[in-house]
């Protein structure tokens, strides 16, 4: 009976480890018959948040990593002289409007006179009362557009978002003085994620755009993500031939028994990802492109 107990125990134990080496085996045969890195990272789009105009930050209506939907108002800059400017451009088109009026009657009497005796009034004067007379409606052209501009720029001291994402890196207070077109904040894009991996460039003949992909991030290592290939890089920068000393080429020596091949990034396409995953910006992956005929 116990010979027959041993003998049963050994015959569990040597399936157990056969059912381990043959998953292990068909998990190592994966790795040899798909390309895979592990040089992998989570990318997006991330926005530069700019103000359009210069001015002092009067409120900040986020906080450092919000999520923000698209319009949502960020911060706003100080209103105040842009209101101003909208006064002097009014007061600047009613002169215009009042000064072509001006004109208009000096024209339109100069064009009595001569329709009366053509020879009281030279053509001279009244060329130059005409030409006085076209030059006040562009003026009142010219001021209706500073009135827009004026206005416009009034829509600019609030700033929103362009996108639906997450607020990064808030380094500003309220009383900072912001600059026109210099970054002030970062809004990555939630809707924009794809992952780049970095692989050898001896395997990039081994697939094509379409084919399948599987990314298991180092976050979430026991939920890996599906998606596709979508497209492949056609360039890195060199790493010599760059100019160096008295503008030469600097060309870097090369051991012949050391070939290290060149790194291409591959754009991964990710399907709808499954619940609990969260991608940010930077996340490091490995990716498998799955070939069709083993899936």
Known sequence: MRLLRKLILTTLNLTLIAGVAYYAYQALEEYIHNPWTRDGQVRGHV????PRVSGMVTAIRVVDNQFVHEGDL?????SEPFEIAIAQAEANLQRAIIGAKGARVEYDRLLEIFDKDAGAVSQKDLTRRETNYNQSLSQIDSAREQLRGAKLNLTYTKIHAAVEGYISNIDFQIGTQAV????????????????????RESEIGNF???DK?????????NTPLSGS???????????DGTTGYNLLPSIKPVFQWIRLAQRIPVRIKLDPLPPGVELRFGLTASVMIVDPNRQ
């Open 47 to 50: 926005i530069q948040v700019s």
């Open 74 to 78: 960020l911060f706003e800059i100080d």
């Open 180 to 199: 026109a077109n210099k970054p002030i904040v970062a809004l990555v894009d939630s809707n924009s994620f794809w992952v780049f991996g970095y692989f």
């Open 229 to 239: 290939v979508e497209s492949l890089g056609w360039g890195i920068a060199p790493s």
């Open 213 to 221: 992909a599987r990314v298991t991030l180092m976050a979430y290592p």
């Open 208 to 210: 094509k755009i379409g």
